[in-house]
């Protein structure tokens, strides 16, 4: 069973940024997908952000398009997700997420791995 842990979040004022990354290891196979996601206090989790290994194709949720970025470094077995102009709204804990077992990638339960999360907290 392969490990995911995720670093970089922290409290920021509106309008900036922030790098968040997701180490993994110790997955047998290549990892086809992977996501982060955001939690926030009394909410579901919610996709934010998917990469696929074949071509690098991405996936957004529609409220970050344009500020967020995801990238992954398969040397460094790495995801990135790049964050700017942040909003109060992107107030949450993110985590990332591998092992898909198919269907649609912003769907939490399409994954078998998560890491531990980091708390990302934007404020006005």
């Known amino acids: 069973q392969g490990q995911l842990v995720e670093s970089g979040g922290e409290s920021v004022q509106a309008g900036g940024s922030l790098r968040l990354s997701c180490v993994h290891s110790?997955?047998?196979?290549?990892?086809?997908?992977m996501a982060w996601f955001r939690q926030a206090p009394g909410k579901e989790r919610e996709g934010v952000a998917g990469i696929f290994s074949g071509g690098g194709g991405t996936s957004y949720i529609d409220s970050v398009k344009g500020r967020f970025t995801i990238s992954r470094d398969n040397g460094k077995n790495t995801v990135y997700l790049q964050m700017n102009s942040l909003k109060p709204e992107d107030t949450a804990r993110y985590y990332c997420?591998?092992?898909?077992?198919?269907?649609?990638?912003?769907?939490?339960?399409?994954?078998?791995?998560w890491g531990q999360g980091t708390q990302v907290t934007v404020s006005s």
């Open positions: 997420a591998a092992n898909f077992v198919g269907g649609s990638w912003s769907d939490p339960s399409r994954y078998k791995s």
């Open positions: 110790g997955y047998k196979y290549s990892i086809n997908l």
